[in-house]
């Protein structure tokens, strides 16, 4: 089974601190996504990498970036947390066919005080 | 702008019947579109995919359809029970992006 580990379940942290939360998958996927999901507004994704080092933007990715510096793990990082950044943070992996489905985490619930 | 949409109310049903969820879309005409489950403080997981070309597709219990002209799926649980009780989600990929509504809450009562 495809397993996706999120470093933290819950985090709390202060604003403008740099937050950095960490994703790592076990199946040797090129896809990897970042999402934030918020109740009634659904999933959002921020960013996807499709390869090493490749990254591309979501449809919300200010106030974010990532990194991806080897295959398994693709990091978000917040580079001055603000309170509306507090949300569920979920990472995903799939393999690179577009039709694919997506291999999530359980999530990290960031707070932002 | 795609989007897509499900019914943001729960849905609640009886031990035994059918649920049927719905998955709108407009704009952009999905070639394949995909159903999750997500539990409370768990990630979505993947339950099935159809292709526009497919007007059903069925996994035991599970159920989907789609319906290019009403720019629709419905997603069918029969004999549903309180261990269905969950979010499902839709999602469809265009432009190297996967779009998810935001889910329909589904409460099977025994």
């Known amino acids: 089974d495809v397993k996706v580990t999120q470093s933290s379940r819950y985090l709390v942290k202060r604003t403008g601190e740099k937050v950095f939360l960490e994703c790592v998958q076990d199946?040797?996927?090129?896809?990897m996504f970042w999402y934030r999901q918020d109740p009634g507004l659904g999933l959002r994704l921020i960013y996807f990498s499709y390869d090493v080092k490749m990254k591309e933007k979501g449809d919300i990715p200010e106030g974010y970036s990532v990194s991806r510096e080897k295959k398994e793990r693709f990091s978000l990082i917040l580079e001055s947390a603000s309170t509306n950044q507090t949300s569920m943070y979920l990472c995903?992996?799939?393999?690179?066919?577009?039709?694919?489905?997506?291999?999530f985490g359980d999530g990290t619930r960031l707070s932002i005080l | 702008s795609q989007k897509i949409e499900q019914n943001s109310e729960a849905l609640n049903i009886q031990e035994g019947k059918t649920a049927t969820l719905t998955c709108n879309y407009t704009?952009?005409?999905?070639?394949?579109l995909q159903w999750y489950r997500q539990d409370p403080g768990r990630g979505p997981v993947f339950l099935l995919l159809?292709?526009?070309?497919?007007k059903e597709k069925r996994k035991e219990r599970l159920k989907v359809t789609f319906d290019t002209t009403l720019k629709q799926s419905l997603f069918h649980i029969t004999a549903s029970q309180p261990a269905d009780s969950a979010t499902y989600l839709c999602a469809w990929y265009n432009f190297n992006k996967f779009y998810f509504g935001s889910g329909t809450k589904l409460n099977v009562k025994p």
């Open positions: 199946m040797d996927h090129e896809n």
């Open positions: 995903a992996s799939s393999w690179e066919d577009s039709n694919q489905p997506q291999h």
């Open positions: 159809i292709r526009e070309n497919e």
């Open positions: 704009n952009y005409s999905p070639a394949y």
